[in-house]
């Protein structure tokens, strides 16, 4: 997929809900096991790229320093799903102190009533965090109106051609 296609489907009205909006990304990445791995966790969008935060001594570190490719999905609950899927290579940056994409990423995770709390709590215990920055070179969306899954519209494909 080239980035003209990336950027297409990430400009899609959906996609930009999904990636702007109050869902969690759940990142997908390779263990240093060999296992895959995947976290739910609070993100930004920068308009070209997504940016987690964690704590520099995290497993997804050490992994990601081995194997940088990693998959993405942004979804919703309900019906019909809307269902974005990502992948790219993650860049690691280490940042003393506290990013403030970390606190503004927080309420995707943490109870507005707590945001105050869990504020003070991370920067009384963290001096420094890792960014974690991927560029899509992939990316589909699935919102069941418009888009389907390739297995499910050529089933859909498939019986109407039957029908037919």
Do not use: C
């Amino acid at each position: 997929m080239n980035a003209d296609q990336v950027e297409a489907v990430l400009a899609r009205p959906i996609a930009q809900e999904l990636l702007t909006g109050p869902h969690l990304v759940r990142f997908a990445y390779t263990g240093l096991d060999g296992a895959p791995r995947v976290v739910p966790i609070g993100f930004l969008w920068n308009g070209t790229q997504v940016d987690i935060w964690t704590v520099p001594g995290s497993a997804k570190v050490r992994a990601l320093a081995a194997d940088p490719r990693v998959a993405l999905t942004i979804d919703t609950a309900g019906m019909p799903p809307r269902v974005l899927l990502l992948r790219g290579t993650a860049e690691l940056t280490t940042i003393e102190g506290i990013p403030d994409g970390y606190v503004e990423a927080a309420p995707k995770a943490v109870p507005a009533d707590q945001l105050e709390q869990w504020e003070a709590g991370v920067r009384a215990l963290y001096d420094s965090m890792v960014q974690i920055r991927v560029t899509p070179t992939w990316a589909t969306l699935h919102d069941f109106e418009t888009t389907l899954p390739r297995a499910v519209q050529d089933l859909l494909d498939a019986k109407a051609a039957a029908q037919a």
